[in-house]
């Protein structure tokens, strides 16, 4: 090699995967992954009624939204029913105006019998008839008493004042009747579903609060209008109003009733229409909870048909 040449060396760089590399295939993928989601999903919304999609949407709706300043939740969301509707800032959603107990009579008697000795002496200065009567109208009483809770709930929480034309309590002579229907632009359920929306939930879960501080037995029954319904299955109105009436003994269950306290739940299918003049009318679409007498020896004081809580 002669001296003073210059000595030239080239490095040449090679890239594996040609000119991008392979990224591009990962991104690719997830786009052609997504496309096929959003494309499955706009074909399912067009394959399912509208009635479907408002189930589907009431279901993962929460039941209710507190507006109270209390970090409780459920249907009171912090408040207390006394004299009117008051925030509670600790405590849980409860109802402090509790009934009267079923063990006291109307004078201050004491009508539990059993062993009780206060209870020996005060039966034996009047007759078995007398004693019998004497619950029944302690009975009577504790239902008028439960009345006036529920409506005073309706009218004393904002939330629910807009419901109050959807229940119904009136004495029977089977006992007190609490009924919740359907009104006009306003439903219970899904047309011809039992997957129930919140506010639904939330005036069971007020009417389970209620009755379970009386010791009655409960009955549920569901209801529905002359509509027919068709389905291939084979399902009818009969089958839907059973199912109704289980959905709100589930309601019923969760607000804390006891399962044994539960003694039937039907269905009437449109048997037993609340407007007679008008079977395919909305308010003929109900659940009915009673509460039954123990004691029917006396009739209610009144029975002129339902009592409608009326909105203000």
């Known amino acids: 090699m ?3 040449q210059q000595i030239i060396i080239k490095r040449v760089k090679k890239v594996a995967g040609g000119h991008h590399g392979g990224a591009w ?15 499955l999903l706009l074909w399912l919304l067009n394959a399912v009624t509208e009635e479907q999609l408002t189930g589907i949407s009431n279901y993962f709706a929460p039941t209710m939204a507190s507006k109270s ?18 925030t509670s800032q600790t405590s849980s959603p409860s109802l402090v105006q509790h009934l009267p107990p079923s063990s006291i009579g109307p004078g201050g008697e004491d009508l539990s019998g059993g062993e009780n000795e206060g209870a020996g002496k005060d039966k ?20 008028e008493k439960a009345k006036e809770v529920l409506q005073g709930a ?28 359907d009104t006009e632009g306003l439903a219970m359920f899904p047309s011809g579903s039992s997957a129930m929306f919140g506010h639904t939930r939330a ?38 109003s059973a199912d109704r009436a289980l959905a709100s003994r589930r309601a019923l269950l969760a607000a804390g009733v006891p399962e044994n306290r539960i003694d039937r739940v ?5 048997q037993d229409p609340l407007e007679v003049n008008d079977p395919r009318g909305p308010r003929n679409r109900r659940i009915s909870i009673i509460l039954m007498r123990e004691n029917d020896l006396i009739a209610p004081a009144e029975q002129t048909g339902p009592v409608e809580m009326k909105r203000k």
Request: glycine content about 12%.
């Open 2 to 4: 002669a001296d003073g």
């Open 25 to 39: 295939k990962v991104a690719y993928a997830d786009f052609v992954t997504a496309m096929m989601a959003f494309f």
């Open 69 to 86: 300043a209390s970090g409780a939740g459920g249907i009171l969301g912090g408040q207390v029913i006394g004299e009117g509707a008051q």
């Open 124 to 143: 034996e200065g009047m007759t078995e008839q007398d004693f019998k009567q004497a619950q029944a109208q302690r009975e009577q009483q504790k239902f």
């Open 154 to 181: 309706m009218k004393g929480i904002p939330e629910l004042q807009q419901f109050q034309g959807s229940m119904l309590v009136d004495n029977t002579q089977e006992g007190l009747r609490v009924q919740i229907t």
């Open 203 to 240: 005036l069971l879960d007020l009417v389970g609060r209620v009755v379970n501080q009386l010791p009655n037995k409960i009955a549920i029954t569901g209801h529905t209008d002359a509509i027919p319904f068709r389905d291939p299955s084979g399902y009818t109105n009969w089958e839907l």
């Open 266 to 270: 039907v269905g009437r299918a449109a």
